[in-house]
Structures are given as C-alpha cells and as structure tokens.
C-alpha cells in the first residue's frame, strides 16, 4: 500500500550537485520520519540520513554530513536529499525509507561519480 518512489539520479562529475526526491503515497505522509540509505558497489547498506516529523536531521555517514541536507516538503509528499560536492566515494544506489521501523523502500535511484 505504502510506496517510494526514488529520482534524480545520473552520472555526475567530482565537486557537482544534484538534488534527489522521494515521492511517497499511500501514507499520512506528515506523520512518519523518512530517510535515505545507500549501498556502495561491493559494500554494505547504511543509513545516510533521517529527517523527523518535526524536521530535525540526523546523519549517520560522516563523510557527508555537511555535504548532503535532508528536507521534506509535506505538501508534497516528498522528501529530497541535496547532493553538493560529489567524491568519487558517493557512487552507490540511494534508497528512500519510511519510519517508524524503515522497512519500506522504494527502487532506489543510481548516483554514479566519475571524471
């Protein structure tokens, strides 16, 4: 009943921005947390950041904590991750969640850096 609908993906250059969106139907979208998730080629899933019903952030990969602000618009049923100054190490596939238990996804969206 719930689905995510992960896009804006692409091949990007190192140092680059790139916007992500999730779009969400199926659910009072207001009333969950939501958050993004990657995985790496050859690596494990992690959690990137969670974004709260009250819109405070959390994030659970060092390296693109400052680089990467989660937003949500409501109105919208969105949630978005603004990707700024790309590393060759962002290459993974990102993944949208729900909340409470975020174990609901969606297709997820491949963000690939190379020069």
């Known amino acids: 009943q719930v689905q995510l609908v992960e896009s804006g993906g692409g091949l990007v250059l190192p140092g680059t921005s790139l916007r992500l969106s999730c779009e969400a139907s199926?659910?009072?979208?207001?009333?969950?947390?939501l958050g993004w998730y990657r995985q790496a080629p050859g690596k494990q899933r992690e959690f990137v950041a969670t974004?709260?019903?009250?819109?405070?952030?959390?994030y659970f990969v060092k390296s693109v904590k400052v680089r990467f602000p989660i937003s949500r618009y409501d109105a919208k049923n969105t949630l978005y991750l603004q990707m700024n100054d790309f590393k060759p190490g962002d290459t993974a596939v990102y993944y949208c969640?729900?909340?409470?238990?975020?174990?609901?996804w969606g297709q997820g969206t491949q963000v690939t850096v190379s020069s």
């Open positions: 969640s729900k909340g409470p238990n975020f174990d609901t």
């Open positions: 199926g659910c009072t979208f207001s009333s969950y947390a």
């Open positions: 974004i709260d019903q009250h819109w405070l952030s959390s």
